[in-house]
């Protein structure tokens, strides 16, 4: 699958193109964040490139763990697409808003992130998991009349061309986004030089300094896809702004806070090679997720994760 034009430009670049399917894929019986496997859709793919049968893979940022086996590196991260989360309408309901759903109605997601945020905000919905791809969730809202409404990422309604479908975009005060959300990455083998050279002309300066605070502070509070946090970032006058949180699974507790650093003025940044971003911006992105992270362990966050991945392997 081409998107935007993304995987077509490398394959111009004298590569070809496997389709290829993952575990995550496969699974669409059960919340992801009750399979327990941190490279879900990753890890055969990786497999294809420890082979030689691949010399580059095209993941959504998101679904990559921050810290990479090793010999593999991200070679590339592209422009971002929206970060944010939609709200996709059941037919019946249409023209309404979360706000403006009747009391009780149900909303569909898989994600304990969007879940804890919306259940703070918007207290008279019930949440309630989704699996499945695009296709999938879209027929079961569609078709039943188990959801009034599911959520999902933006980026992914608009590059499979389905922006009509996007009833409500909610802003960082509903719902702060994903580590990586929105933007695509290339994984690469980590001593491939030329194909490193090769892919590193996709890199988006803003993206990927954006990428690494938010891997950063992932990565230094151990989330993922099993803990509840959630992140916004931007880049205004050379100033990196990131804002990060941690939640309980049912929202009612909540760290965040924000932080900033100057990106004006190589190696790995959290599994990101970057060989067009200067190294100085590179690692004052990495310290602002790391001291951002940091501080909300300071005040407990360790705590509200280790009690909702707890709550969340009981459910």
């Given at each position: ?27 669409l019986d059960t919340a992801l964040s009750k399979i327990g496997e941190k490279s879900l859709f990753t890890k055969e793919l990786e497999n294809a490139l420890e082979r030689n049968e691949v010399d580059l893979v095209v ?114 005060e509903d719902c702060m986004y994903a580590v990586g959300q929105g933007a695509l990455a290339v994984e690469v083998r980590a001593r491939d030089s030329d194909i490193l050279e090769m892919v590193s002309n996709l890199h988006h300066p803003e993206t990927v300094l954006r990428c690494i605070a938010e891997r950063a502070f992932l990565r230094r509070l151990e989330g993922g896809c099993s803990v509840p946090v959630a ?85």
């Amino acid at each position: 699958q081409d998107v935007n034009g993304t995987v077509s430009r490398v394959i111009r670049m004298g590569t070809r193109k496997i389709p290829m399917s993952t575990i995550g894929d496969k699974i669409l019986d059960t919340a992801l964040s009750k399979i327990g496997e941190k490279s879900l859709f990753t890890k055969e793919l990786e497999n294809a490139l420890e082979r030689n049968e691949v010399d580059l893979v095209v993941h959504s940022l998101k679904d990559l763990p921050t810290t990479l086996p090793d010999g593999f590196t991200i070679g590339a991260v592209l422009q971002r697409e929206s970060p944010y989360d939609a709200v996709v309408l059941h037919p019946k309901n249409s023209g309404l808003t979360l706000d403006s759903l009747p009391d009780g109605s149900v909303i569909g997601t898989s994600s304990l992130r969007r879940a804890a945020q919306l259940k703070k905000r918007f207290s008279h919905l019930e949440f309630k998991d989704i699996r499945g791809n695009l296709n999938t969730r879209l027929k079961k809202l569609d078709e039943k009349e188990d959801y009034s409404a599911i959520i999902l990422a933006a980026a992914g309604l608009k590059r499979m061309g389905w922006e009509t479908r996007i009833s409500q975009v909610l802003n960082p005060e509903d719902c702060m986004y994903a580590v990586g959300q929105g933007a695509l990455a290339v994984e690469v083998r980590a001593r491939d030089s030329d194909i490193l050279e090769m892919v590193s002309n996709l890199h988006h300066p803003e993206t990927v300094l954006r990428c690494i605070a938010e891997r950063a502070f992932l990565r230094r509070l151990e989330g993922g896809c099993s803990v509840p946090v959630a992140v916004h970032t931007e880049v205004k006058d050379s100033v990196l702004s990131l804002t990060g949180a941690v939640y309980s699974l049912d929202g009612t507790d909540c760290l965040k806070d924000t932080m900033e650093a100057s990106i004006t003025p190589g190696n790995q940044h959290v599994g990101v090679t970057a060989l067009n971003v200067p190294q100085f911006s590179q690692v004052a992105a990495e310290k602002l997720g790391v001291a951002l992270a940091d501080l909300l362990l300071s005040q407990g966050a360790m705590e509200i994760l280790t009690t909702a991945r707890k709550l969340n392997d009981a459910r």
